[in-house]
């Protein structure tokens, strides 16, 4: 984040619909936990759930306990795990982020994309 995002930077939210389900995600700076909103079956849910480090389980008998964990809940799926070392094969499983997958569809930018007003170098600024 730029020094002025920090100094600015109040809260972030994202919307979005896993399985049929729209999900919103609201997270205030500096806080460790999200409120997370959605829709399933006809019901509005509501819960604040830590953003990474678990503190036990936030949905009773359900095994989410973080937002990653929420997220594959409601795609349907078990979140995946990978063993912590790769080194000791009876090293303990962990589960893997959603953040993991996400890392896969992230498309690296050298420069803003900034084309639309015309702020890049190359940009023609003479009058036409």
């Known amino acids: 984040m730029t020094p002025a995002l920090q100094v600015e930077f109040v809260s972030a939210s994202l919307s979005m619909t896993v399985e049929e389900s729209p999900l919103i ?17 006809k019901e509005q849910y509501e819960v ?9 389980e ?4 359900t095994g989410v306990a973080v937002i990653s ?7 349907g799926k078990t979140p995946p795990k990978v ?10 499983l962990e589960r893997l ?11 690296d930018q050298d ?3 900034s084309s639309f007003f015309h702020l ?8 036409d």
């Not at 995600?25 to 079956?41: I, K, P, Y």
């Not at 604040?48 to 036990?56: D, F």
């Not at 936030?58 to 008998?61: A, S, T």
């Open 97 to 107: 982020s959603v953040r993991i997958c996400f890392g896969n569809c992230y498309l």
């Open 120 to 127: 890049d170098g190359d940009a023609n600024h003479g009058s």
């Open 69 to 75: 964990d929420l997220i594959f809940f409601l795609a």
């Open 25 to 41: 995600l609201e997270r205030n700076a500096g806080s460790n936990l999200v409120r997370a909103q959605w829709t399933s079956d």
């Open 83 to 92: 063993r912590r070392s790769k080194i000791k094969e009876d090293s303990d």
């Open 111 to 113: 420069s803003m994309d």
């Open 48 to 56: 604040m759930i830590p953003a990474r480090t678990a503190e036990g």
């Open 58 to 61: 936030v949905l009773p008998g």
